[in-house]
């Protein structure tokens, strides 16, 4: 057995029902775990289900042997996903099916190292846990090859090979050629197959703040573990040394050992907001190191800052070749980009954190900043500059004037003690905006779905989608969680990305504004951001389906811009409705209202008080579409108002006000929350309830004939 083998199985527990750890029958034997901080335990939801609703909500501890035979009480912090009744277990129990347990007493047990990465498959695995298969109780191995997912998104991972039998759910799935646990065993298929979870599927825990701390809790005590322990026995023995001595090539560069002290500095800081602020520095990075041209073409759900620099290895092949780069760098064989891409990401996420204004964070910021500073040392100037520059900030010149260093900032001039400004603006805006797609009917009620990415650029990446699609009815319900995850991976930096639905016409009145990402139960009353309704957080505006078929018609492109140089001014959708309401006499044909809003000012904005999916409103919106307006305001509501003139008149003076398109979007939302208030609504904000907006760009996403997603990753590239 290798020693990296043998100190995996150390790090193995079993799991049993209370008073069971000793029992060597394994008559009251659950399932497998491992340690993966001091203290914490990572197995299977479905083992420690056994229990039943008791041991899933915390209230009753479950028996955690060590392959001593010492046992010790463990609780459940965290079931991912906790069944709707606890006392009633799943079968199967769905992924993620992962279980975090705090145990007592353990805090010098053996830990394995988790992988900062996403799995790269096909890698070569061992898999470790306890069985009774062989008539007594005892640790197992197997090995085998992980081969890939099961399922688009990436939430299962398939295993081929010596795979253990049942008892060894919940134990670890290891890369044998990195030295990393990538996943968690879940089960054996027919014959040599298995499944595990990824461990990244981790990320989960974050999807609320209580788990967010939780995650970053046993992250930081996972790190400093891994540090301190390298800092008593050196690579002779433990987890950086066996990397080290797997690491092909040769000694140097970003190295087993500079990661253990980077990721135990990195642990030490306020962890990201949303997966969004990771992403954004590591594109950043990228397209500072690899050469032109890069676009991000795999969307990544990073929740701590370790995982962005998993995302930054192999940059070495992604950039051989001997190009010239940017900033006059030349990236031959002998440029380490992974070093430089790590170094200049680092230094990146300490001008963030230090925006934060932490100050828990002075400390660990200064310490970080120093080692940077020391390890850039051998990079080419260029990049040792850099790196500098957005430590200290400042002019290019080190000792040129520099502005007052902001709250929280780090301090690295000695013996000048000069306080260091982060030499990186903080982002203008969100990293990305969110594209919510429904399709018109296909499947007799269904609607298909995708959720995509709007990156700068014309760039669109694809996250998920659903071909056959579901009901009107269960819209809300279905797009929620994916929804909720790429608003995370768009958020950054403080700017909440946008979130547009583009819609067929008859979804025109879905009042997607007013869905709320958390699940029906869960607002817990008040106003907490992440319960609001989506339009009163951020902006939402609504887009046409139909007319993404085929390229902008000139009327489209020509009245967008005409939007946007202003002065915008109203004009009704239907000729009729300021003075004859929206279900007066007298209505406007359809052709009519073409011809009149054909001729009317580029940077005109069709009004109406009524609703724009059926009946009148749905023939005057057909008319606007087709003269080329691409922003129009109405009210999804067709009863309860007889406010027409005034909503009219409201509307006129807010464009006005706005002057320009690019600012009616946020007007919109303080709309919407002034006139929210259930018991003490805004009076002056009642006439613009359920307001709706049309905003639709004709240029992002591109249209038909131009690229729709990102390019693949280059060969060789980040993974």
Partial sequence: MSALEGTARRAVVRISAPGGGYDASGARFWGSGFFIAPGWVLTCAHVVGNGGGD??????????????????????????????????????????????LEVEGAEGAECLWLSDRSAVVPAPISLHGWSFDMGELGLRFGVGTATGGDGADGTAML??????????????????????????????????????????????????????????????????HHYARYRAVGTGAGWTGMQQALRPGPADGFTPVLRTHLFARLAELSPPATPGEVMALVETVKRRVIQEPYQPGVEHDPRSWREGVGLLYDLRDGGQGGQGGHGGMEAGPDRDLELEAVLLYAARVAAAVSRFGALDDTEPLRELSTWIAAQAEPLPDVIRVEIHRILHGGSDDPDGPRAPSPPGTVELRKPERRDVEPGVAAPSGARADVLVQVDSLVYGDRYPWRVKLLLDGGVVNPLVGDETGVPRARLRETLREPIARALRQGDAGGHLAELHVMLPRELFDEPVDSWQLSPPGADGGGIDPHTLPLGQRRVVVVRDRRRRDQPPTPEWQQRWDGTFRGPLTAVPLRREAPLKGHGGPGREGGHAAYGRLSFAEDSAVPVYCGEAAVGAGATAMEA???????????????????????????????????????????????????CADPEAPDPEAEWARSITLLYDSPHHPPSPGEPLCAPLPRPGGAA
Avoid: N, Y
């Fill in 159 to 224: 295993l081929r090979g010596e795979i253990p039998v049942a008892g060894c759910s919940g134990g670890p799935v290891v890369d044998t050629a990195r030295g990393a646990v990538i996943g968690v065993c879940k089960g054996r298929g027919k014959d040599t197959a298995g499944l595990a979870v990824p461990i990244t599927a981790l990320r989960r825990l974050a999807d609320d703040l209580p788990g967010r701390d939780r995650l970053h809790a046993v992250i930081r005590a996972h790190d400093r």
């Fill in 55 to 100: 041991v899933l909500r915390g209230a009753t501890a479950v028996d955690v042997t060590d392959w001593h035979g010492r046992t010790a009480p463990g609780r459940v912090a965290f079931a991912l996903p906790m069944p709707a009744d606890p006392d009633v277990p799943p079968r199967p129990w769905r992924l993620p099916d992962l279980a975090l």
């Fill in 624 to 674: 606007a579409l087709a003269a080329g307006h691409a922003v129009v305001i109405w009210r999804r509501c067709a009863t309860g108002h007889t406010d027409c003139a005034e909503f009219h008149r409201r509307v006129s003076l807010l464009v006005g006000e706005a002057g320009t398109a690019g600012g009616l979007p946020q007007l919109i939302r303080s709309l919407r929350i002034a």
